[in-house]
């Protein structure tokens, strides 16, 4: 069974940083690529990052430079970090894992942005 466990949502000012992590229970190297999407109120869901078994990122334009995805194959573990955070960014993130099988999701973490 897939599991996928995000953390690192929360409540942050304008203009600071959180991190995301989400550790899955399926090896790294099985995987074609993990992601973090983002959902607002009243919005589709949107990519924000992902990351590629072959080490390849794409990212929204709305966060390039300001976002950064990462991961730790000895911990099966991608990470999303977020800087100069803006009220935009408030949303819930969710963590995507594409595997042979197809695709997986986290149960979403909360990020809000506001002073």
């Known amino acids: 069974q897939v599991q996928l466990v995000e953390s690192g949502g929360g409540l942050v000012q304008p203009g600071g940083s959180l991190r995301l992590s989400c550790a899955t229970s399926?090896?790294?190297?099985?995987?074609?690529?993990m992601g973090w999407y983002r959902q607002a109120p009243g919005k589709q869901r949107e990519l924000v990052a992902r990351l590629t078994n072959r080490g390849r990122s794409d990212y929204a334009d709305s966060v390039k430079g300001r976002f950064t995805i990462s991961r730790d194959n000895a911990k099966n573990t991608v990470y999303l970090q977020m800087t100069s955070l803006k009220p935009e960014d408030t949303a819930v993130y969710y963590c995507n894992l594409e595997i042979i099988t197809g695709n997986y999701w986290g149960q979403g973490t909360q990020v809000t942005v506001s002073s």
């Open positions: 399926v090896s790294i190297y099985t995987i074609y690529a």
